[in-house]
Structure formats: C-alpha cells, structure tokens
C-alpha cells in the first residue's frame, strides 16, 4: 500500500536554530499538506500546498514558517529559529484530490531544547 | 465555540460492550465528515467517512445529522484492540483543510 513517509521521525533542536522537515507525498496526489499536534493537544492545520503554491495557511504559519517542493518528490516544511513551543508532532498529509481519502505520514517529532 | 467538539472521556469499557461517541461542528457550511483514529503517539488514520444517510462498516457506524451539526460514532461489541483515541473531523467545501476535534479516548478492559 502506498504511504507517505516522513523523515526524521525525531529530531532534537537548540532554541534558535533552523530545522527542515521532509515528507515523501504518495507519488499521484496532488494536494499537501502539513499539520502539527502539541503534546496533549488537537492535531492543528499549518498550511496546503498545491500546484507548487501555497493554497492555504493558518495564523500559526508565520513567517517563522515555509514550505516548498524542490524536486518534484519532497515537500519540506522549514522552521527558522525555533523556539520552545514549536515542539511538537508535525504530520504530512497528502490526497489524489479533495473527496478522497487523506494520507497521513507518521510524523516528526520535534523537540526543541 | 469551538470548531469541532467532542467529549475528552475517556470512556472506560469492558470486552464487548457498545460505546458510542458524539461530536458536534459549528460551521454549517462544512462538506465533508470523518472519524479517524490516533494510537498514541501514531498519526491520524481514517477510520471511516460520515455521509448523511448514515453507514457501517463492522462494528462501526457512524451517523451524520446536518440539521443539528451533529456526527456519532458507534461501536459494538468492543475489542481490546479498539482501545485508542477517536478523532471527529470536519472538512469545508475549499481546499479540504480538515479541522480536528480534541479526540475522545477509549479504553476497552478485559
């Protein structure tokens, strides 16, 4: 079955610094996204990605916060100057379309010290 | 009012009881409805869609009520493998963001 992966699936950061988060999408779907799950919390939208635009993003996407798809296979999610509660779980999503189905990866967790 | 909300529980039940969990929405112009279900730590995995006519899958139904902006759950005859948090979720007509409930937790004992 196909599926989305996500690498690393931990990574451990100092306060300041730059992390990237990567995420192989199934290879036919169209449409991105990222979304992030403090620990204890509700899993929580950060942005869409579609046709290698940004399509839609929520207030907690700030400018601390990018996505891109370089390659045609990777969507990466950048965080710059990370702080403390930017610790948490970040989930890749991907859908063929909008009706079907979304795939999640199993996530990144980041924990920023 | 929150997005989507649900019950926290958890729900503690035993071996083969029925167990039902409620979710209600407060955007009415929402399209699409989802139940998915999060082991700890794991990510989101769809358990099932909710669609106005109701449907089943197994020992799991699930029942849509738009005039009420209410969505459940059912589930019969519980398994200790069932025992994991229930996320209700709500997608809107544009770009198919899905908003996310809190999640209700079952634990089904032996």
């Known amino acids: 079955e196909p599926e989305v992966t996500q690498t690393p699936s931990h990574q451990v950061t100092q306060m300041g610094q730059e992390v990237i988060l990567r995420c192989v999408p199934i290879?036919?779907?169209?449409?991105f996204y990222w979304y992030r799950q403090i620990l204890g919390q509700k899993v929580e939208f950060l942005v869409s990605?579609?046709?290698?635009?940004?399509?839609?993003k929520s207030e907690i996407f700030d400018d601390q916060f990018s996505v891109e798809r370089p390659d045609g296979s990777n969507f990466t999610l950048k965080i710059r100057s990370t702080k403390l509660e930017d610790s948490a779980m970040y989930f890749c999503?991907?859908?063929?379309?909008?009706?079907?189905?979304?795939?999640f990866g199993q996530g990144t967790r980041l924990t920023v010290v | 009012r929150k997005e989507v909300e649900q019950d926290p529980g958890p729900f503690n039940v035993p071996e083969g009881a029925t167990v039902a969990f409620n979710c209600t929405y407060s955007n009415s112009a929402s399209q699409s409805f989802f139940w998915y279900r999060q082991d700890c730590r794991k990510e989101p995995k769809l358990l099932m869609s909710v669609y106005s006519s109701g449907n089943e899958d197994g020992r799991f139904t699930a029942q849509l009520n738009r005039a009420s902006q209410y969505i459940s759950l059912l589930i019969r005859d519980s398994k200790l493998s069932d025992s994991a948090t229930y996320l209700c979720?709500?997608?809107?007509?544009?770009?198919?963001?899905?908003?996310f409930g809190g999640g209700t937790r079952l634990m089904v004992k032996p």
């Open positions: 999503a991907s859908y063929r379309d909008p009706d079907t189905e979304a795939f």
């Open positions: 990605f579609y046709n290698n635009e940004i399509s839609e």
């Open positions: 979720v709500v997608a809107r007509p544009a770009g198919n963001m899905l908003t």
């Open positions: 290879s036919n779907h169209l449409y």
